[in-house]
């Protein structure tokens, strides 16, 4: 366990030993302590001893223990504590396990007196990094003449996976320095026990045995142990086991006899001694009930502080036979009770608390159940005289009233109970009336005015605790924050419950701050709440209003205005708005104008007149209560803001071939606050804002989506200045200035399209730049617009040579119109040639004539045909195609000829006396056209042909 490491500056324990009396010399020296170096220092583990010598009898040493920690300062340290015996002898030696392999460890001896530590130096050792497993010592019992068991076990493995384990075993009359694998050999197979026997023995021998354990990494031994066999004819005896009976210092033991010997067993029993390490008959001994198998006697009148030293025994004609001795101290077999620690909670009554704990019965039973407790030592005992009353209850739980408790002073309390072996402690609890008490819990006022002026309501709420409430109410002052009632403030108590109480505050500065607090009144005094400031100007909530909204009316210089307002405190008697042109904030008791609004808070309305066109005027929206008026924001008016005129866009032109005629379009891209009347565009050589009043215009025709007009006049030689405008009932509004200057437009000449195909052209033209800066030249085209632009499909030119530009379109639709014209975009616009067409070949499958056949024989004819129209195809192949069926496809037989229009060949694959059905063929992109079918005979094998020959003799295809 941790415990916190008390360091002293200097070695006199006043706690910790008896004070001097008189002028006699002080008995409060300190004991001195030692610590051994660590020794049998492995990966996990290592020894320690330590010592502690008193200073005089007079010193009392509660423990004696080891700290022990990887921080030189033993910060956080851990701690074993010496047993019972280690404490009396004044030594102990420790081993430590479970430790951090390769880290540096510190450690000190320490002496407790229950109230201070004293400590040794501090020493150091530091866990190994090695990878052997570390073995425990070799432990034997049930020796007999040819067998004994043995156990070990594993401290450390090194780091690695055990594999293999065991024992070995060799005769050694006398001492040897190790054991080997060349010694026999026992194995321990399962996993879990570390023991087995060892047997095929020699009797009355001694030998040598040690325990060993192989990982992947390295191999370990633990120390030699010596042993010996019993002699062939004593009997052997078994270790002795031994268990507490419910009487008091007396002990059951047992055994067995493993090896009778030679000659039958006469006697059994046991022997014991505290001074003898090995008790033989000359000792105390009880002969036991029972047989060989197991044999019992009972053990009286031990002393509880003393050890003793017990073996079995067996008795035959050849000697007597001992067995293991039982090392045996009654503290070690003797379970105290545990008791938990003391629940406390306070009574009716006041410095009394009922205290409750509950204890674990163990080894004896429990006589007497209580509590003790003391103001002066935090351990108190019934032993050392502290005050102490007996419990009522049971184990489970046990309970007493401990009154007259002190109200600020601690008190130190523990369970107790009270066995055959005397008495147990508790931990102990440290009360103090205070901490147990608890007070009310008193909310924060809320306040709220009333109808009477300088008045409120206050109300709060409190959760009642250990005592009941038997007064509620409110302590006030404009002197202090923190009034209270014993200091005089002035009070109100009030009605209600804990849940909610309330009470009337009058006669409050409306400009002062008042500090309020609630209280409480119990059996333990007053408890206040948190203080809450009150002012009541803060409180009254004046009307929030709206910042006015104005709309023109069908009245110049008039305006409607609306406006809201939200109800507070008090009722709204009037509503209206104020308004100047001299001050940004008018108000009504300033004598500006005011009118009165129609309407409820949700919305009022008035209608202002008279306005200036041209001056701002400050608008505000005000509401009368019976507090006064309250307004709202300023709205600053000036008509000009509130008439949107539309806005025109920027003009975009082109010119054609006519270059004395510029086309020009622009759009209204904000309608405004009146109709548009009149669309148009106005232009003059002399000055740069045209406008309609005292220039040139043209009407436009069109929507505001886009107006258009051909302006016919311009002058050719000059820069001429164009804008477009609209007209409303508040006057003409213009767009930005356009300049056209002819020098500044290329011309160009849309030419005749040539190489006319069914999905291509050529489109050709010419272009003189003059002084523009042409980004982009080509053709606009369509089949469906007669004067295309550019908002249709668009070629870039990329064939220019000198003036003369030229584009191939592809992808087109045969036998179909289109129109186009060369357009090229530059600074100022765009500008275009004539609109110019022409119409896609239409392309069909060939034309052909009917097959004229000739020279017909039994296995050959002549056949003759020509393709009589190419119909703007392309000729890729043509022939003959024939079959036994009508209608022959190229899939049939095929007579290719190539591409050529007149069509002749002998055909000699014939069969006789056979019908054929033939078609001439020609095949274009549009696919294979089939002339008219024809149809022959072939004649029969040995008819006379015109010729007088024999065909079935003269071959004619020979």
Known sequence: MKHPLRLISILFLVTLLLACDGDTFPFNLPPTLTVSEATDIYRKGATI???YTKANDKVGIETFGLYYATNSMLGDADSILATTEEL?????????????????????????????IVKSDIKQFRTSDTTEPKLGEVATSNITRTSFDVSSSILDDGGSDITIRGFLVREAPSDISSLGFEDRQVRVENNVDFNTTISDLTPGSRYAVCAYAMSAKAYGFSEIKYVSTANQNEPVVSSTTASTTSVAHELLVTASVVDEGTSPVTERGFVYSTDML?????????????????????????????????????????GIGYGDVLAYNEADYVQQPSLSVVLARLTTTAHEIQVTASAAERTYAITEHGFVYSTDTQNPTVEN?????????????????????????????????????????????????????????????????????????????????????????????????????????????????????????????????????????????????????FKEMDYVQQPSVSVVIARLTTTAHEIQVTASAAERTYAITERGFVYSTDTQTPTVENKNTSVKATGNNSSFTATISNLSSSTITYIRAYVKTSYGYTYGETLAYMEMDYVQQPTVSSISAYTTEMENILFVTASVTQQGTYTVTERGFVYSTDTQAPSAESNRKVLATGTNQSFTASLTDLDQNQTNYIRAYVRTSAGDVYGETFTYNSKDFPALITKSATNILESSVQLNASINSKNSQISQYGFVWSNTNSVPTIRDKTTFSTILVGENLASNLSGLTGNTTYYYRAYAKHAKGVSYGAVMQFTTLLVQQA??????????????????????????GTLTDAGFVYSTSPNPTTSDKRLSLGVTTSLSTICSSLAANTTYFIRAYATNEKGTAYGAQATFTTKKEGSIDHDGYDDSVIDLDK
């Open 88 to 116: 009396q002898a004044g030594s102990y030696t420790i081993t430590l396990n479970n430790l951090t392999p390769a880290t540096t460890y510190y450690y000190a001896t320490f002496a407790s007196s229950g109230f201070s």
């Open 278 to 318: 090995e008790p033989t008959l000359d000792n105390t001994k009880v002969v036991a009930q029972g047989n060989n198998e197991s044999f019992t006697a009972t053990l009286k009148d031990l002393s509880s502080t003393q050890k003793y030293y017990i073996r079995a025994y067996a008795k035959s004609n050849d």
């Open 847 to 872: 034309s052909l004539s009917g097959v004229t056949i000739s020279n017909i024989s039994f296995k050959t004819a002549t056949f003759n045909a020509n393709v009589t129209a190419l119909n703007n």
């Open 49 to 51: 001893s330590g010592t």
């Open 385 to 533: 005289k502290n005050t102490s009353v007996n419990a009522t209850g049971n184990n489970s739980s046990f309970t007493a009233t401990i009154s007259n408790l002190s109200s600020t002073v601690t008190t130190y309390i523990r369970a107790y109970v009270k066995t055959s072996y005397g008495y147990s402690y508790g931990e102990t609890l440290s009360f103090k009336e205070s901490d147990y008490v608890q007070q009310p819990s008193v909310s924060t006022v809320t306040a709220k005015p009333t109808t009477n002026a300088h008045e409120i309501q206050v109300t709060a709420s409190v959760t009642e605790r250990t005592y009941a409430i038997t007064e509620r109410g409110f302590v006030y002052s404009t002197d202090t924050q923190t009034p209270t009632v014993e200091n005089k403030n002035t009070s109100v108590k009030a009605t209600g419950n804990n849940s909610s109480f309330t009470a009337t505050i009058s006669s409050l500065s409306s400009s002062a701050t008042t500090y309020i607090r609630a209280y409480v009144k119990t059996s333990f005094g007053y408890t206040y709440g948190e203080t809450f400031h």
